[in-house]
Nanobody, 115 residues
Framework: HVQLVESGGGSVQAGGSLRISCTAS?????MAWFRQVPGKKREGVAM????????YYSDLVKGRFTIAQDNAKNTVYLQMNNLRPEDTAMYYC????????????WGQGTQVTVS
């Protein structure tokens, strides 16, 4: 069982930056960030394979967000630059320990608000 703890959310003005973090209680291979706005479907934002370093980004954030890892700390970061009001959402960290496409472990979420 993997526990995920997010941190680093907050409020920022449009054009600003935030970095959110997700620390896992154990080793995971694929980790991802999702976001959700009330009344809308959850959407994938970025994913990283922590073993080989490959990354994936949603077209909505490509070029503005960067997902990175610190394997020594079992932590994944999402650096968000040039934030837009439409980036406002609850951001969730998720883990897929086997990288088989099933994110079975989720954090509690951290709110990002862009005004």
């Amino acid at each position: 069982h993997v526990q995920l703890v997010e941190s680093g959310g907050g409020s920022v003005q449009a054009g600003g930056s935030l970095r959110i973090s997700c620390t896992a209680s154990g080793d995971t291979y694929c980790m991802a960030w999702f976001r959700q706005v009330p009344g809308k479907k959850r959407e994938g934002v970025a994913m990283i394979n922590t073993q080989i370093g490959t990354t994936y980004y949603s077209d909505l954030v490509k070029g503005r967000f960067t997902i990175a890892q610190d394997n020594a700390k079992n932590t994944v970061y999402l650096q968000m630059n040039n934030l837009r009001p439409e980036d406002t959402a609850m951001y969730y960290c998720a883990a897929d320990p086997s990288c088989h496409g099933a994110f079975g472990y989720w954090g509690q979420g951290t709110q990002v608000t862009v005004s």
